[in-house]
């Protein structure tokens, strides 16, 4: 054997085999060995006391930019930006530049290129309508005989609700799972904040709770209709968690997720027009965050996700309304994870099954991430700033800037 590490006094954190405990770990090449047959030679020791072991993450979202939008972002940045924070799966959504998920074929090539370059592996999300028009089903099985592991409309709006049915026919059919960003176009028109004190003192057009409420709302009675499986991405509001809830009681086949920087924002931070602040859906009011807070930790929400979207500064740069949204999220997600056990809403091991058996269940990973993965060494206790020094990503672009951050990857063992 080769490359043995011996992790010595190491919690170990497996949501796998429900493992919390602290012990004595060898690896190799990213794999737990037993210790029989080991030439002690060829050990590395790596101290472990106070440190957590955990398995390497899956990401439901995030935009690594490429192809199409390179001065934001490359698979080679961010691959390495994820890879190097414990993130060794990641999940696109189809909206690229030029939109390449509504064609099978090119899926492959872009996998291999992420493997390749950022040395990740990615998994892709296709279009559910032809160009993300809105307009026509898209060739759904032609994607998924490409490989991708569902279909969303991303953020974009359908021409009509019959759009959306058609879709989800088509969808059920393969088995293939439906992803949405929920919002109602018409409700959230131009806005680009949380509908709030904040936003109505500074004039800033907003998108109330009730844009993804509704939508989420409408588009459960599709999925009771259709039987399609369904997962609602990125959610924002308290009552979506309730929607949520009563779908799952009544036996609906849809998951759902949230983005980390919903957990510990709300639209506060809007103050003073901070267009590092803006993204979309909107940070929303502490009230909201308590109830996202909630839902995780009940599993209403099965899973978190980073919503990692990397912007060059100057796509910062102009009137708050008029710049991109996104947040930079790679290299905080560990620490604002931490943050959570800290604050008892999780156990460390329940917060390492929602970035990693969780999130791979939801589209049928389970075995894929198990074969692919390998092991984060933590520090939780690690003090550290966030700043574009430290951030990995192309993107320095997140509110957090100049944040002292508690929690950090100290090795990752792939």
């Known amino acids: 054997m080769s490359n043995i590490v011996k992790i010595e006094n190491v919690r170990v954190l497996n949501p796998v085999t429900q493992t919390d405990q602290v012990q004595t770990v060898y690896l190799n090449e990213g794999k737990i060995v037993a210790e029989t047959d080991i030439d002690q030679a060829q050990i590395t020791r790596v101290d472990g006391t106070g440190k957590w072991l955990m398995p390497t993450m899956l990401d439901l979202c995030a935009r690594l930019r490429e192809p199409g939008q390179q001065q934001h972002g490359t698979l080679k940045s961010e691959g390495h930006a994820a890879r190097q924070n414990g993130i060794l799966h ?24 992420a493997l390749k370059d950022g040395d990740i592996y990615l998994h892709i999300i296709g279009a559910q309508t032809q160009g993300l028009k809105g307009q026509q089903p898209a060739n759904m099985a032609g994607l998924q005989k490409g490989g991708c592991i569902a279909v969303s409309n991303a953020n974009a709006a359908f021409a009509d609700d019959d759009v959306v049915i058609r879709t989800l026919e088509y969808a059920a059919g393969l088995g293939l799972k439906v992803v949405f960003y929920a919002e109602e176009p018409e409700i959230a028109k131009d806005g680009c904040v949380h509908e709030g004190f904040i936003a109505s003192r500074q004039g800033l057009p907003m998108i109330p709770p009730m844009a993804e409420t509704v939508a989420i709302a409408k588009y459960l009675q599709m999925i009771e209709a259709t039987g399609v499986s369904a997962h609602f991405g990125l959610l924002s509001c308290g009552a979506s968690v309730e929607l949520i809830a009563q779908a799952k009681a009544k036996g609906l086949p849809v998951t759902a997720d949230v ?6 924002l709300t639209d506060i931070i809007i103050d003073g027009f901070n267009s590092l602040a803006h993204v979309r859906p909107p940070l929303r009011s502490e009230q909201d965050k308590i109830k996202l807070r909630e839902g995780v930790k009940s599993g209403v929400i099965d899973a978190i996700c980073t919503h990692h979207e990397p912007l060059s500064a100057s796509a910062k740069m102009a009137p708050f309304a008029e710049t991109e949204s996104g947040f930079s999220a ?4 560990v620490a604002l994870g931490v943050q959570l056990v800290k604050d008892d809403l999780l156990s460390p091991l329940q917060w390492v099954e929602k970035v990693t058996t969780q999130a791979a269940k939801i589209f049928d990973l389970t ?45 990752v063992f792939s």
């Open 259 to 264: 983005a980390m920087h919903q957990l510990h």
């Open 367 to 411: 075995e894929v991430w198990q074969q692919q993965s390998g092991w984060v060494l933590v520090n939780p206790e690690q003090q550290w700033v966030l700043d574009k020094h430290t951030i990995l990503s192309n993107g320095k672009n997140t509110p957090l800037l100049g944040t002292q951050l508690q929690g950090k990857v100290e090795q």
């Open 90 to 113: 990641v999940i696109t959504p189809p909206d690229s530049k030029p939109i390449v998920q509504d064609n099978g074929a090119l899926i492959q090539g872009l996998k291999e290129k």
């Open 330 to 333: 790679f290299d905080s997600f």
